[in-house]
């Protein structure tokens, strides 16, 4: 099991940059696959980006592509998204979520339902 607590949100204006970090503590993180999501306010929970595992393999969604960037440190047992050109659409509370599966060291789930730990939530606002 892995515990995750998010940091790093704010408010910010359109334009600037922010980076979310993802605490993890517990033995599973150097073997898991680490998801960011976000909810938009009355919207569903939906997919940012993750890595795999080993960092050799990440995944964005279309809209934050270029713009977002992950990583890990795997000694430090953290993750990072990096988030710049921030746009109005991107407010929402981002979560970090993770993906237990040592076997597969280029893994990315994409799917909410595929990670099984997450963390409480950071909250960003960009202010148009």
């Known amino acids: 099991q892995v515990q995750l607590v998010e940091s790093g949100g704010g408010l910010v204006q359109a334009g600037d940059s922010l980076r979310l970090t993802c605490a993890a503590s517990?033995?599973?993180?150097?073997?898991?696959?680490m998801g960011w999501f976000r909810q938009p306010p009355d919207k569903e929970r939906q997919f940012v980006g993750g890595?795999?595992?080993?960092?050799?393999?990440?995944e964005y969604a279309d809209s934050v592509k270029g713009r977002f960037t992950i990583s890990r440190d795997n000694a430090q047992n953290t993750v990072s998204l990096l988030m710049n050109s921030l746009e109005f659409e991107d407010t929402a509370l981002y979560y970090c979520?993770?993906?237990?599966?040592?076997?597969?060291?280029?893994?990315?789930?994409?799917?909410?339902?595929?990670?099984?730990?997450w963390g409480q939530g950071t909250q960003v606002t960009v202010a148009s």
């Open positions: 979520a993770a993906f237990f599966h040592p076997s597969c060291n280029f893994c990315v789930p994409t799917a909410e339902d595929e990670y099984n730990e």
């Open positions: 517990g033995r599973t993180f150097e073997r898991s696959a």
């Open positions: 890595i795999s595992w080993s960092g050799v393999r990440t």
